[in-house]
């Protein structure tokens, strides 16, 4: 059956509209568990970057004895294999995984 053309930028918007707002590890996102929050964070060589309580952070790469460690000084994220140490502020976030990459 052939959708008629009318429909197609409808059918357009849908996707566009569920594909933003899916949460998913598809589109390159980090997701890491804690006992009380799901952050997804966008990571690079040098770089994490992540919104927590609509507020978006980037943290820069720091020296690390091991695991890779991000930081700017108030906030941090350190993973180490599938573990994860979040800080944001003053709030440390525990039992932290990595879920996907």
Not at 15 to 30: E, H, Q
Not at 39 to 46: G, K, N, R, V
Not at 93 to 101: E, G, P, T, V
Request: proline share 3%; glycine share 4%.
């Amino acid at each position: 059956m052939k959708t008629p053309p009318s429909v197609l930028p409808c059918l357009l918007v849908v996707a566009v509209i569920a594909s933003a707002c899916s949460k998913n590890t598809d589109n390159g996102l980090t997701e890491i568990r804690c006992e009380n929050m799901v952050l997804y964070a966008e990571i690079s060589e040098q770089q994490a970057t992540f919104e927590h309580l609509d507020i978006m952070t980037a943290l820069q790469r720091t020296v690390s004895a091991s695991g890779i460690k991000f930081s700017d000084g108030e906030s941090l994220l350190w993973l180490k294999g599938k573990d994860a140490i979040i800080k944001i502020g003053q709030e440390r976030y525990r039992n932290c995984a990595i879920i996907s990459k």
